[in-house]
């Protein structure tokens, strides 16, 4: 294990700077982060990972802009999001975050391919098709375009929320515990589409999970215990993985 502050990188898709979250106030103030200082690599698949509470879901709600910080700095590629203004940063999320959650978060109305457009539509862009084409494709999608999302397995939903996170071509996607909801061989398989995306398409995946397994497909594991930054795990397997998360939990 290493820590961040003897890692330095060219290029950062987002970073925090002395960032911390409190929710409350007075006796019951309760800090979700204690001043974090972090840099997520562009190009790269970075996973978040710490004991139940180390604010690990906190610190992705900061970095993808949907929540502000109490104190500190968030920056998105080149922009700051510390003071934004919401119509700003309603414009920023959507055309430079893509979004995957555990709970797949789909229009039940609109087809597969609908919701895979519905970024594009918001934002008033066109569709590229040959950019859509490579997504379906490589996603294994094209034979579900049609389909609802109550007509598809969760393994198929999923798939769709990732494409429709790549369609904007965002700087970053945020992967929020995007395996929870599925068995081990469906996550496993939407495991390997991030890896794709970030290996094949040059996209800047950060994950939250609580499973070594899925931590262990990243190229990168930021370690959070307490709200704070406890260190980092490169190449990692799972094992190695596992064992850092239990000394935080002991510790």
């Known amino acids: 294990m290493t820590t ?12 925090a700077l002395d960032l911390t979250k409190t929710y409350g106030r007075g006796e019951a103030a309760v800090t979700a982060l204690d001043g974090i200082t972090v840099g997520i690599d562009a190009g790269r698949f970075t996973a978040i990972m710490g ?10 709600h900061l970095l993808a802009g949907l929540d502000t910080p109490t104190t500190g700095r968030v920056h998105l590629g080149d ?11 309603t414009r920023l999320r959507r055309d430079a975050v ?23 539509e918001l934002a008033g862009r066109r569709v590229d098709p040959a950019w859509e084409r490579t997504v379906v494709d490589g996603l294994g999608l094209s034979d579900r375009l049609g389909h609802r999302p109550g ?23 945020f992967a929020d515990e995007p395996t929870g909801a599925l068995d081990s061989t469906t996550g496993a398989e939407v495991l390997a589409l991030l890896r794709r995306a ?13 499973d070594p397994t899925a931590a262990a497909v990243a190229d990168r594991v930021l370690l959070l215990a307490d709200g704070r930054l406890a260190g980092e795990i490169l190449e990692p397997d799972a094992d190695a993985v596992l064992a850092a998360v239990r000394d935080l939990g002991r510790a």
């Open 4 to 15: 961040t502050a003897s890692r330095s990188t060219a290029a950062l898709a987002a970073s």
């Open 51 to 60: 004991p139940s509470g180390s604010g690990k879901s906190t610190l992705m």
């Open 79 to 89: 922009h700051e999001l510390t003071g934004m203004r919401d119509a700003a940063l």
């Open 98 to 120: 893509g979004f995957v959650f555990q709970a797949f978060n789909l229009l039940p109305t609109l087809t597969a391919a609908q919701n895979i457009r519905l970024p594009l």
């Open 151 to 173: 007509q598809l397995s969760g393994g198929q939903q999923q798939r769709v929320a990732l494409a429709r996170a790549l369609m904007t071509r965002p700087e970053v996607i």
């Open 198 to 210: 970030v290996d094949e398409w040059g996209q800047t995946v950060v994950m939250v999970t609580h």
